[in-house]
């Protein structure tokens, strides 16, 4: 019977004992070295994401569980809503959305953020600041609204629209976030009727985070 026996003492003196073909061996390792036998020794499936949403930009699994899943928005307008205003085909710029979901299904945090008007994006494109409300730095405020489950992340394509639609208050609403430091009401009249170009040329402060900064949770740095 062959055999391998490690002994791991209270020294941090680690010791290999091994029976083969009936003779006995003995040996020290550093713990570097079994570390590096344990991992060789793994069996490492592959992770299957399942059908992604449209504009999915990035997605990674955690170990327990979890995933990431962050998606380009492909609307530039929405039916919005002001304290009982209904703004419809609102101008949008262009938003990117992170969700995280958790093993069963259940979309624990949301973050949006505003990319610069690149037809290419790449991870160092540049971020603004989230002119309108329920946004603090990337990470939305959803009060006492709730999102559906997403048994599938494709279905996540679908929550920027409940999002959107959601009411909007004055909730972490800032005036300097906009270049002409207008309030939420005054904003969202100044706003309406312009095209989404206007937010670049007139309205969105830069931040310094990038669109790499915002796929890797990182907060934003202002």
Do not use: W
Request: include cysteine; proline fraction near 6%; charge should be neutral.
């Amino acid at each position: 019977m062959n055999e391998v026996i490690i002994r791991i003492q209270e020294s941090g003196t680690i010791a290999v004992e091994e029976y083969k073909d009936g003779v006995k061996s003995y040996k020290d390792i550093n713990p570097d070295s079994l570390l590096a036998c344990i991992n060789k020794s793994l069996l490492r499936g592959s992770i299957s994401s399942g059908l992604l949403p449209k504009g999915c930009l990035s997605f990674s699994a955690r170990d327990d569980g979890g995933r990431d899943a962050y998606i380009l928005h492909p609307e530039i307008a929405a039916d919005i809503s002001y304290f009982g205003t209904a703004y419809a085909g609102f101008p949008l710029p262009r938003l990117v959305f992170g969700f995280h979901i958790s093993q069963e299904g259940r979309v624990s945090s949301c973050r949006i953020g505003i990319i610069a008007n690149d037809t290419i994006l790449k991870p160092d494109t540049k971020m603004y600041r989230y002119p309108l409300s329920n946004v603090s730095g990337f990470a939305l405020c959803t009060g006492n609204n709730t999102f559906p489950k997403c048994t599938s992340l494709h279905t996540l394509g679908s929550l920027p629209y409940h999002i959107l639609a959601m009411p909007n208050n004055n909730d972490h609403f800032c005036p300097q976030n906009n270049k002409g430091q207008l309030e939420m009401r005054d904003l969202l009249e100044h706003l309406k009727d312009k095209p989404p170009e206007y937010y670049y040329s007139d309205v969105l402060i830069p931040c310094k985070s990038t669109l790499g900064d915002f796929i890797n949770g990182r907060d934003m740095i202002r």
